[in-house]
Protein backbone atom coordinates (compact mmCIF):
# COMPACT_ATOMS: atom_id res chain seq x y z
CA UNK A 1 0.00 0.00 0.00
CA UNK A 2 1.03 3.40 -1.15
CA UNK A 3 0.88 5.70 2.41
CA UNK A 4 0.43 9.36 2.38
CA UNK A 5 0.83 11.90 4.79
CA UNK A 6 -0.71 15.13 5.53
CA UNK A 7 2.70 16.29 4.04
CA UNK A 8 2.15 14.51 0.81
CA UNK A 9 2.48 16.23 -2.59
CA UNK A 10 -1.54 17.09 -3.74
CA UNK A 11 -0.97 14.51 -6.61
CA UNK A 12 0.45 11.79 -4.33
CA UNK A 13 -2.82 12.80 -2.32
CA UNK A 14 -5.55 12.82 -4.79
CA UNK A 15 -4.15 9.42 -6.08
CA UNK A 16 -3.43 7.15 -3.15
CA UNK A 17 -5.30 8.75 0.06
CA UNK A 18 -8.19 6.34 0.52
CA UNK A 19 -6.99 4.25 -2.20
CA UNK A 20 -5.64 1.11 -0.96
CA UNK A 21 -4.91 -2.42 -2.97
CA UNK A 22 -7.98 -4.44 -2.96
CA UNK A 23 -6.29 -7.53 -0.02
CA UNK A 24 -7.70 -10.70 -1.49
CA UNK A 25 -6.64 -9.99 -5.12
CA UNK A 26 -4.20 -6.75 -4.49
CA UNK A 27 -6.82 -5.10 -7.37
CA UNK A 28 -4.91 -1.75 -7.31
CA UNK A 29 -7.91 0.05 -7.95
CA UNK A 30 -10.86 -0.79 -5.35
CA UNK A 31 -13.83 -2.12 -6.22
CA UNK A 32 -16.58 -0.48 -7.10
CA UNK A 33 -19.44 -1.36 -4.29
CA UNK A 34 -22.63 -1.57 -5.30
CA UNK A 35 -24.53 -3.47 -2.43
CA UNK A 36 -26.97 -1.89 -0.56
CA UNK A 37 -26.95 -4.19 2.59
CA UNK A 38 -24.17 -6.02 4.74
CA UNK A 39 -24.47 -9.30 6.33
CA UNK A 40 -24.10 -9.72 10.02
CA UNK A 41 -21.66 -11.82 12.07
CA UNK A 42 -25.19 -12.75 14.13
CA UNK A 43 -27.90 -9.68 15.34
CA UNK A 44 -25.79 -6.50 15.36
CA UNK A 45 -22.62 -8.54 14.50
CA UNK A 46 -21.20 -5.67 11.84
CA UNK A 47 -18.31 -6.22 9.87
CA UNK A 48 -16.13 -2.52 9.72
CA UNK A 49 -19.57 -1.09 10.68
CA UNK A 50 -21.03 -1.65 7.73
CA UNK A 51 -25.07 -1.86 7.82
CA UNK A 52 -27.09 -0.05 5.22
CA UNK A 53 -25.83 1.69 1.94
CA UNK A 54 -27.39 5.33 3.19
CA UNK A 55 -25.20 5.21 6.30
CA UNK A 56 -22.24 3.51 4.65
CA UNK A 57 -20.56 3.03 1.10
CA UNK A 58 -16.74 1.52 0.85
CA UNK A 59 -16.70 3.35 -2.52
CA UNK A 60 -18.29 6.30 -0.93
CA UNK A 61 -15.93 6.01 2.26
CA UNK A 62 -12.92 5.69 -0.29
CA UNK A 63 -13.87 9.44 -1.87
CA UNK A 64 -14.54 10.81 0.90
CA UNK A 65 -10.72 10.05 2.71
CA UNK A 66 -9.33 11.39 -0.65
CA UNK A 67 -11.56 14.40 -0.01
CA UNK A 68 -10.70 15.03 3.24
CA UNK A 69 -6.82 14.81 2.68
CA UNK A 70 -7.14 17.06 -0.09
CA UNK A 71 -8.96 19.62 1.17
CA UNK A 72 -6.90 18.96 4.96
CA UNK A 73 -10.20 18.21 6.93
CA UNK A 74 -10.97 15.80 9.43
CA UNK A 75 -13.52 14.20 7.68
CA UNK A 76 -15.34 14.70 4.40
CA UNK A 77 -18.80 13.29 2.93
CA UNK A 78 -20.42 13.04 -0.29
CA UNK A 79 -23.76 14.11 -1.34
CA UNK A 80 -25.62 13.70 -4.86
CA UNK A 81 -25.47 17.00 -5.53
CA UNK A 82 -23.57 20.67 -4.32
CA UNK A 83 -27.02 21.51 -3.42
CA UNK A 84 -27.99 18.42 -1.73
CA UNK A 85 -24.34 19.13 0.57
CA UNK A 86 -25.41 22.80 1.28
CA UNK A 87 -28.93 21.49 2.08
CA UNK A 88 -27.22 19.05 4.98
CA UNK A 89 -24.64 21.42 6.18
CA UNK A 90 -26.73 24.30 6.73
CA UNK A 91 -29.94 22.09 8.37
CA UNK A 92 -27.31 20.30 10.71
CA UNK A 93 -26.29 23.76 11.60
CA UNK A 94 -28.71 26.10 11.73
CA UNK A 95 -32.04 26.63 13.84
CA UNK A 96 -35.13 28.73 12.86
CA UNK A 97 -34.70 32.69 13.54
CA UNK A 98 -31.07 32.46 12.84
CA UNK A 99 -29.51 34.05 10.40
CA UNK A 100 -26.68 33.03 7.28
CA UNK A 101 -24.45 35.74 5.76
CA UNK A 102 -23.47 35.44 2.43
CA UNK A 103 -22.12 36.99 -0.36
CA UNK A 104 -24.08 39.57 -2.43
CA UNK A 105 -22.62 37.54 -5.32
CA UNK A 106 -23.16 33.66 -4.46
CA UNK A 107 -24.40 31.18 -6.40
CA UNK A 108 -27.98 31.60 -7.73
CA UNK A 109 -29.33 27.57 -6.65
CA UNK A 110 -27.23 28.67 -3.41
CA UNK A 111 -29.37 31.80 -2.70
CA UNK A 112 -32.37 30.10 -3.69
CA UNK A 113 -32.09 26.68 -1.24
CA UNK A 114 -31.51 29.39 1.58
CA UNK A 115 -34.28 32.15 0.60
CA UNK A 116 -36.61 30.23 -0.58
CA UNK A 117 -36.48 26.56 0.73
CA UNK A 118 -35.20 27.20 4.28
CA UNK A 119 -36.50 30.71 4.31
CA UNK A 120 -39.86 29.62 4.78
CA UNK A 121 -38.69 26.86 7.80
CA UNK A 122 -37.69 29.74 9.47
CA UNK A 123 -33.56 30.68 8.25
CA UNK A 124 -32.98 34.23 7.68
CA UNK A 125 -30.37 35.42 4.92
CA UNK A 126 -28.49 38.68 4.40
CA UNK A 127 -26.21 39.36 1.51
CA UNK A 128 -23.33 41.61 1.94
CA UNK A 129 -20.64 42.41 -0.15
CA UNK A 130 -17.74 40.03 0.87
CA UNK A 131 -14.82 42.80 -0.06
CA UNK A 132 -16.43 45.35 2.57
CA UNK A 133 -14.77 43.55 5.82
CA UNK A 134 -16.59 46.21 7.95
CA UNK A 135 -20.11 45.95 6.45
CA UNK A 136 -19.36 42.08 7.36
CA UNK A 137 -18.26 42.47 10.60
CA UNK A 138 -21.31 44.55 11.43
CA UNK A 139 -23.76 41.80 9.64
CA UNK A 140 -22.52 38.78 11.56
CA UNK A 141 -22.71 40.14 14.77
CA UNK A 142 -26.38 41.51 14.41
CA UNK A 143 -28.32 38.84 15.53
CA UNK A 144 -28.42 35.27 15.95
CA UNK A 145 -25.35 34.33 12.99
CA UNK A 146 -23.98 30.71 13.34
CA UNK A 147 -22.77 30.49 9.45
CA UNK A 148 -20.74 32.91 7.14
CA UNK A 149 -21.06 31.71 3.95
CA UNK A 150 -18.66 33.06 1.05
CA UNK A 151 -17.49 32.09 -2.90
CA UNK A 152 -14.10 32.71 -4.15
CA UNK A 153 -13.87 33.32 -6.77
CA UNK A 154 -17.56 33.69 -7.11
CA UNK A 155 -19.36 32.78 -9.95
CA UNK A 156 -19.92 34.24 -12.32
CA UNK A 157 -18.83 37.95 -11.11
CA UNK A 158 -14.97 36.24 -10.51
CA UNK A 159 -14.66 38.60 -6.98
CA UNK A 160 -12.46 37.52 -4.74
CA UNK A 161 -13.09 37.26 -0.74
CA UNK A 162 -9.97 37.20 1.91
CA UNK A 163 -10.64 33.82 3.52
CA UNK A 164 -7.95 34.75 6.01
CA UNK A 165 -10.02 37.98 7.04
CA UNK A 166 -13.34 36.29 6.92
CA UNK A 167 -12.41 33.86 9.02
CA UNK A 168 -11.02 35.80 11.79
CA UNK A 169 -14.30 38.08 11.15
CA UNK A 170 -16.81 35.19 11.56
CA UNK A 171 -14.48 33.45 15.03
CA UNK A 172 -14.51 36.90 16.85
CA UNK A 173 -18.65 37.20 16.58
CA UNK A 174 -18.56 32.97 17.27
CA UNK A 175 -19.54 31.82 14.00
CA UNK A 176 -18.11 29.11 11.14
CA UNK A 177 -16.63 29.82 7.75
CA UNK A 178 -17.90 28.42 4.86
CA UNK A 179 -16.42 28.42 1.98
CA UNK A 180 -17.94 26.86 -1.51
CA UNK A 181 -14.66 26.28 -3.21
CA UNK A 182 -15.92 25.13 -6.63
CA UNK A 183 -14.14 27.70 -8.71
CA UNK A 184 -11.20 26.83 -7.46
CA UNK A 185 -10.67 23.42 -6.38
CA UNK A 186 -8.71 22.01 -3.82
CA UNK A 187 -5.58 22.02 -6.01
CA UNK A 188 -6.07 25.91 -6.20
CA UNK A 189 -7.00 27.04 -3.07
CA UNK A 190 -6.96 25.56 0.55
CA UNK A 191 -10.02 27.55 3.37
CA UNK A 192 -9.03 25.39 5.57
CA UNK A 193 -5.60 26.02 5.81
CA UNK A 194 -6.45 29.82 5.95
CA UNK A 195 -8.57 29.65 8.63
CA UNK A 196 -11.93 28.18 7.57
CA UNK A 197 -14.12 26.01 9.00
CA UNK A 198 -16.06 24.03 6.62
CA UNK A 199 -15.79 23.47 2.60
CA UNK A 200 -18.20 22.90 -0.05
CA UNK A 201 -18.11 21.46 -3.16
CA UNK A 202 -20.16 21.22 -6.05
CA UNK A 203 -18.35 18.48 -7.01
CA UNK A 204 -20.08 18.17 -10.52
CA UNK A 205 -17.50 20.60 -11.88
CA UNK A 206 -13.86 20.78 -10.91
CA UNK A 207 -13.81 17.69 -8.92
CA UNK A 208 -15.92 15.27 -11.45
CA UNK A 209 -14.25 17.47 -14.43
CA UNK A 210 -15.82 15.56 -17.04
CA UNK A 211 -19.56 16.56 -17.27
CA UNK A 212 -20.53 13.43 -16.66
CA UNK A 213 -21.49 12.95 -12.86
CA UNK A 214 -24.05 15.17 -10.55
CA UNK A 215 -22.33 15.08 -6.99
CA UNK A 216 -21.19 17.56 -3.83
CA UNK A 217 -19.64 17.48 -0.88
CA UNK A 218 -18.96 19.14 2.44
CA UNK A 219 -15.46 18.84 4.31
CA UNK A 220 -15.38 19.97 7.89
CA UNK A 221 -12.18 20.79 9.83
CA UNK A 222 -13.66 19.38 13.02
CA UNK A 223 -14.31 15.66 13.43
CA UNK A 224 -17.62 17.60 15.74
CA UNK A 225 -18.92 19.73 13.52
CA UNK A 226 -18.35 16.91 10.50
CA UNK A 227 -20.35 14.22 12.79
CA UNK A 228 -23.71 16.86 12.84
CA UNK A 229 -23.50 16.54 9.38
CA UNK A 230 -22.92 13.27 8.93
CA UNK A 231 -26.14 12.61 11.13
CA UNK A 232 -28.35 14.85 8.68
CA UNK A 233 -26.34 12.87 5.68
CA UNK A 234 -27.56 9.54 7.32
CA UNK A 235 -31.45 10.91 8.85
CA UNK A 236 -32.51 12.75 5.30
CA UNK A 237 -30.52 10.23 3.22
CA UNK A 238 -28.52 12.69 0.22
CA UNK A 239 -25.97 10.83 -0.27
CA UNK A 240 -24.29 10.08 -3.64
CA UNK A 241 -24.43 6.72 -4.89
CA UNK A 242 -21.72 4.34 -5.62
CA UNK A 243 -21.24 4.57 -9.27
CA UNK A 244 -21.12 8.25 -9.06
CA UNK A 245 -18.83 8.13 -6.38
CA UNK A 246 -16.11 6.06 -8.31
CA UNK A 247 -16.39 8.28 -11.44
CA UNK A 248 -15.59 11.12 -9.31
CA UNK A 249 -12.85 9.52 -7.28
CA UNK A 250 -11.53 8.61 -10.83
CA UNK A 251 -11.61 12.42 -11.72
CA UNK A 252 -9.74 13.12 -8.97
CA UNK A 253 -6.64 11.91 -9.26
CA UNK A 254 -6.04 13.62 -12.45
CA UNK A 255 -7.07 17.20 -10.61
CA UNK A 256 -3.79 18.51 -10.71
CA UNK A 257 -3.09 18.27 -14.18
CA UNK A 258 -6.38 19.24 -15.51
CA UNK A 259 -6.14 22.63 -13.33
CA UNK A 260 -2.82 23.08 -14.63
CA UNK A 261 -3.70 23.00 -18.13
CA UNK A 262 -7.19 24.85 -17.29
CA UNK A 263 -5.55 27.73 -15.87
CA UNK A 264 -2.62 27.84 -18.81
CA UNK A 265 -5.35 28.46 -20.97
CA UNK A 266 -7.70 30.69 -19.32
CA UNK A 267 -4.37 33.14 -18.67
CA UNK A 268 -4.25 32.87 -22.95
CA UNK A 269 -7.80 33.47 -22.93
CA UNK A 270 -7.74 36.33 -20.90
CA UNK A 271 -5.13 37.96 -21.80
CA UNK A 272 -6.46 37.93 -25.65
CA UNK A 273 -9.34 39.09 -24.56
CA UNK A 274 -8.11 42.08 -22.90
CA UNK A 275 -7.94 45.18 -24.55
CA UNK A 276 -10.54 43.60 -27.45
CA UNK A 277 -12.59 47.07 -28.65
CA UNK A 278 -15.65 45.49 -28.10
CA UNK A 279 -15.14 43.77 -24.51
CA UNK A 280 -15.65 46.57 -21.79
CA UNK A 281 -13.93 44.21 -18.98
CA UNK A 282 -12.70 40.95 -18.65
CA UNK A 283 -13.12 39.28 -15.09
CA UNK A 284 -10.12 36.90 -14.22
CA UNK A 285 -8.11 37.47 -11.13
CA UNK A 286 -5.08 36.16 -12.55
CA UNK A 287 -5.05 39.88 -14.44
CA UNK A 288 -3.31 42.27 -12.36
CA UNK A 289 -5.71 45.04 -12.92
CA UNK A 290 -8.59 42.87 -11.31
CA UNK A 291 -9.63 44.28 -8.06
CA UNK A 292 -8.93 40.78 -6.13
CA UNK A 293 -5.96 40.15 -7.74
CA UNK A 294 -3.38 40.81 -4.48
CA UNK A 295 -5.81 38.82 -2.54
CA UNK A 296 -6.03 36.09 -5.10
CA UNK A 297 -1.90 35.73 -5.49
CA UNK A 298 -1.83 35.27 -2.14
CA UNK A 299 -4.55 32.41 -1.47
CA UNK A 300 -4.07 30.92 -4.43
CA UNK A 301 -1.81 28.61 -6.32
CA UNK A 302 -3.19 29.74 -9.47
CA UNK A 303 -6.11 31.55 -10.84
CA UNK A 304 -8.08 28.44 -12.56
CA UNK A 305 -10.78 28.00 -15.92
CA UNK A 306 -13.13 30.35 -15.44
CA UNK A 307 -13.30 33.67 -17.11
CA UNK A 308 -16.34 35.81 -17.70
CA UNK A 309 -16.57 39.05 -19.88
CA UNK A 310 -18.79 41.80 -20.26
CA UNK A 311 -19.67 43.42 -23.21
CA UNK A 312 -19.70 47.18 -24.40
CA UNK A 313 -22.66 46.62 -27.16
CA UNK A 314 -24.53 45.40 -23.83
CA UNK A 315 -26.80 42.64 -23.95
CA UNK A 316 -27.36 42.31 -27.67
CA UNK A 317 -23.45 42.27 -28.16
CA UNK A 318 -23.25 39.29 -25.21
CA UNK A 319 -26.37 37.56 -26.26
CA UNK A 320 -24.35 37.18 -30.01
CA UNK A 321 -20.67 36.47 -28.91
CA UNK A 322 -22.65 33.69 -26.83
CA UNK A 323 -24.53 32.40 -29.81
CA UNK A 324 -21.45 32.71 -32.01
CA UNK A 325 -19.15 30.44 -30.95
CA UNK A 326 -18.23 26.72 -32.33
CA UNK A 327 -15.70 25.37 -30.05
CA UNK A 328 -17.16 26.65 -26.59
CA UNK A 329 -20.34 24.76 -26.37
CA UNK A 330 -23.46 26.70 -25.02
CA UNK A 331 -24.72 25.19 -21.92
CA UNK A 332 -25.02 25.47 -17.86
CA UNK A 333 -22.25 24.14 -15.88
CA UNK A 334 -18.75 24.46 -15.74
CA UNK A 335 -15.61 22.92 -14.68
CA UNK A 336 -15.66 19.80 -17.73
CA UNK A 337 -12.40 19.38 -19.77
CA UNK A 338 -14.73 20.71 -22.74
CA UNK A 339 -14.64 24.22 -23.05
CA UNK A 340 -17.82 25.97 -22.24
CA UNK A 341 -20.30 29.36 -22.73
CA UNK A 342 -22.93 30.41 -20.63
CA UNK A 343 -25.20 33.54 -21.02
CA UNK A 344 -25.76 33.48 -16.97
CA UNK A 345 -28.77 35.93 -16.83
CA UNK A 346 -30.90 33.67 -18.70
CA UNK A 347 -29.40 30.33 -17.44
CA UNK A 348 -27.60 29.52 -14.60
CA UNK A 349 -28.40 32.75 -12.10
CA UNK A 350 -32.02 33.09 -14.00
CA UNK A 351 -33.56 32.46 -10.44
CA UNK A 352 -31.75 35.20 -8.82
CA UNK A 353 -33.75 38.22 -11.83
CA UNK A 354 -35.02 40.86 -9.53
CA UNK A 355 -33.13 40.49 -6.42
CA UNK A 356 -29.93 42.25 -5.09
CA UNK A 357 -27.74 39.44 -6.88
CA UNK A 358 -29.28 39.73 -10.08
CA UNK A 359 -26.25 38.98 -13.07
CA UNK A 360 -25.59 42.01 -15.16
CA UNK A 361 -26.98 41.24 -19.14
CA UNK A 362 -23.71 41.95 -21.17
CA UNK A 363 -21.73 39.62 -18.92
CA UNK A 364 -21.11 35.70 -20.80
CA UNK A 365 -19.30 33.55 -18.37
CA UNK A 366 -16.41 30.94 -20.02
CA UNK A 367 -15.69 27.58 -18.43
CA UNK A 368 -12.25 27.27 -20.62
CA UNK A 369 -11.85 23.67 -21.79
CA UNK A 370 -8.05 22.10 -21.91
CA UNK A 371 -8.47 22.14 -25.89
CA UNK A 372 -5.73 23.15 -27.84
CA UNK A 373 -5.19 26.64 -26.70
CA UNK A 374 -4.73 27.74 -30.65
CA UNK A 375 -8.70 26.53 -31.51
CA UNK A 376 -10.23 28.36 -28.49
CA UNK A 377 -8.47 31.68 -29.41
CA UNK A 378 -9.23 31.41 -32.70
CA UNK A 379 -12.78 30.42 -32.02
CA UNK A 380 -13.07 33.72 -29.61
CA UNK A 381 -11.57 35.56 -32.29
CA UNK A 382 -13.96 34.89 -35.08
CA UNK A 383 -17.15 35.29 -32.57
CA UNK A 384 -15.70 38.47 -31.99
CA UNK A 385 -16.14 39.17 -35.51
CA UNK A 386 -19.28 38.49 -35.48
CA UNK A 387 -20.50 41.70 -33.10
C1 LIG B 1 -23.01 24.31 -9.46
C2 LIG B 1 -22.70 25.01 -8.20
C3 LIG B 1 -23.34 24.66 -7.00
C4 LIG B 1 -24.46 23.63 -6.95
O1 LIG B 1 -24.03 22.34 -7.18
P1 LIG B 1 -24.91 21.20 -7.93
O2 LIG B 1 -23.94 20.07 -8.03
O3 LIG B 1 -25.36 21.75 -9.23
O4 LIG B 1 -26.05 20.90 -7.02
C5 LIG B 1 -22.94 25.31 -5.84
N1 LIG B 1 -21.99 26.26 -5.85
C6 LIG B 1 -21.36 26.63 -6.99
C7 LIG B 1 -20.32 27.69 -6.94
C8 LIG B 1 -21.71 26.02 -8.19
O5 LIG B 1 -21.10 26.42 -9.33
Do not use: C
Amino acid sequence: MTETTPTSGFATRAIHAGQAFEPVTGAVVPPLHFSSTYAQDGIGGLRNGYEYGRGTNPTRDSLQEQLAALEGGAKALSFGSGLAAEDALLRALMRPGQKVVLGNDAYGGTYRLISKVLGPWGIENQPVDMSDLDAVRAAVSSGDVPLLWVETPSNPLMQIADIAALAEIAHEAGALLVVDNTFASPYLQQPISLGADIVVHSTTKYIGGHSDVVGGAVIARDAEVAEKIQFLQFAAGGVSGPMDAFLTTRSLKTLAVRMEAHSDNAEKIADFLTGQAAVSAVLYPGLPEHPGHEIAAKQMRRFGGMVSVRFAGGEQAARRFTESLRVFTLAESLGGIESLVNYPSEMTHASVKGTELEVPVDLVRLSVGIEDAADLLADVEQALEQL
